[in-house]
């Protein structure tokens, strides 16, 4: 993605700092690690990358709210979201194993000093077993910010190539949610609310504004939209070419998300968009 790089803490605390002086209150982190297995053992490592990261931000940025993102997609050899079986009926997740392995991984973030820990594995029940989690850790103040009504997109494709989890079989349909399925998608939304959720997601954003809609209509709950890595590259790609005017297409954009009722936004667009902003 255009002016989107693998970050090493170092690097990373240097573009926060960055970020946040222009005025963006917060990030969210992924991890890569040094080595992926089947088990993805380096995400809930003490000394993982996210972990590590964490720490240094808190120390050095401690007014910037720092989220991390609760998933195994970039810690597994097979770049699935779950613990994998396979037998004569061929691959399959295997979603309750699985729950064990996210709790401990966000209870590890919490641990290392994370404000918010963000599920986006789409397992079901994992809001619940993280919660949990966090309370019998002595976490019960970390909210959870659940990836709850995430579809299976097209729109992701930039931001597996960039974060190496592109599945090396199959796909994610078996988790994630159908496109054309909106009931699903709020009954998704009411089961993490149960569970625990502090706050909901639709992910996609801007192909799922509807969605957007009817999620804060519906339960008024605090509702983040995820503006995904298709959606940035797009605008960037069109605006190199002197297509579109990259500001206007990109703040209108950003605009529908809360006019559908997002009153969070997640944007890789975030520093020139806090950068602009202050231009006036």
């Not at 993102?69 to 770049?79: F, N, R, S």
């Amino acid at each position: 993605m255009p002016g989107v790089f693998q970050l090493s803490p170092d690097e990373l605390l240097r573009d926060a700092a960055n970020a946040h002086e222009a005025g963006v209150p917060a990030v969210l982190l992924f991890g890569i690690p040094d080595k992926k297995d089947l088990k993805a053992s380096g995400a809930s490592a003490r000394n993982g990358i996210v972990q590590q990261t964490v720490r240094l931000l808190k120390k050095e940025l401690p007014s910037l709210l720092v989220i991390t993102d609760v998933c195994l997609c970039e810690y597994m050899e097979h770049g699935h979201c779950g613990i994998v079986h396979r037998d004569a009926r061929g691959a399959r997740i295997l979603n309750d194993p699985t729950l064990k392995i996210l709790a401990q991984a966000a209870a590890s973030h919490a641990d290392a000093g994370a404000d918010i820990v963000a599920p986006s594995d789409m397992m079901d029940g994992r809001v619940r077993a993280i919660r949990e989690k966090l309370d019998t850790s002595g976490f019960i103040d970390t909210p959870i910010m659940s990836y709850a009504a995430k579809f299976a997109s097209a729109f992701y494709g930039p931001f597996r190539e960039a974060a190496e989890s592109t599945p090396q079989f199959g796909d994610r349909r078996s988790y994630q949610m159908d496109a054309a399925n909106a009931q699903e998608a709020l009954r998704e939304v009411a089961l993490d609310i149960q569970e625990g959720a502090d706050i909901v997601m639709v992910k996609p954003a801007l192909a799922y504004l509807d969605l957007i809609y009817r999620v804060k209509s519906e339960f008024g709950y605090p509702t983040a939209a995820y503006s995904v890595s298709a959606e940035y590259s797009m605008v960037k790609a069109a605006a190199a070419k002197g297509w579109i005017d990259e500001r206007a297409v990109t703040m209108e954009s950003l605009l529908a998300m809360r006019r559908a009722g997002a009153d969070i936004l997640i944007t890789y667009a975030a520093k020139d968009v806090a950068n602009w902003l202050k231009k006036g």
